[in-house]
């Protein structure tokens, strides 16, 4: 993936991120606040920048959790990707030392 176009949301507590491999367009935003719970409205406010992004799929990403609602509101839209806090520490989970990745000093 290549990053195409990066811009701080109007809250000051997100980023948007355009990333793009061939055809596909990812709207990426990443919050980042002291809330530890998301609520639907960051991901309305998402969705409803994905046409004029040029995007053709948005994710949100979270250090903290979302709420019941907001996964409920992700779920009605099957262009939209959620990764909490949970998911990022898997994701950022140190690689076993048999690995051929080096990790930056």
Same mark, same amino acid.
Do not use: W
């Given at each position: 993936? #290549?990053?195409? !176009?990066? $811009? $701080?949301?109007? &809250? @000051?507590?997100?980023? &948007? %991120?355009?990333?793009?491999? @061939?055809? &596909?367009?990812?709207?990426?935003?990443?919050?980042?606040?002291?809330?530890?719970? +998301?609520?639907?409205?960051?991901?309305?406010? %998402?969705?409803?920048?994905?046409?004029? $992004?040029?995007?053709?799929?948005?994710?949100?990403?979270?250090?903290? #959790?979302?709420?019941?609602?907001?996964? !409920? #509101?992700?779920?009605?839209?099957?262009?939209?990707?959620? +990764?909490? @806090?949970?998911? %990022?520490?898997?994701? %950022?989970?140190?690689?076993?030392?048999?690995?051929?990745?080096?990790?930056?000093?």
């Amino acid at each position: 993936l #290549e990053p195409t !176009d990066a $811009s $701080s949301g109007e &809250d @000051g507590a997100s980023a &948007d %991120l355009l990333l793009q491999q @061939g055809r &596909d367009v990812i709207l990426l935003r990443c919050k980042h606040n002291r809330l530890y719970q +998301v609520t639907q409205k960051p991901l309305q406010t %998402l969705m409803e920048a994905l046409p004029a $992004s040029g995007a053709n799929s948005a994710m949100l990403v979270a250090s903290g #959790e979302f709420t019941r609602q907001a996964r !409920d #509101e992700a779920a009605r839209h099957t262009r939209l990707l959620l +990764v909490d @806090g949970n998911d %990022l520490r898997r994701m %950022l989970k140190p690689a076993p030392a048999t690995s051929n990745m080096t990790r930056p000093a």
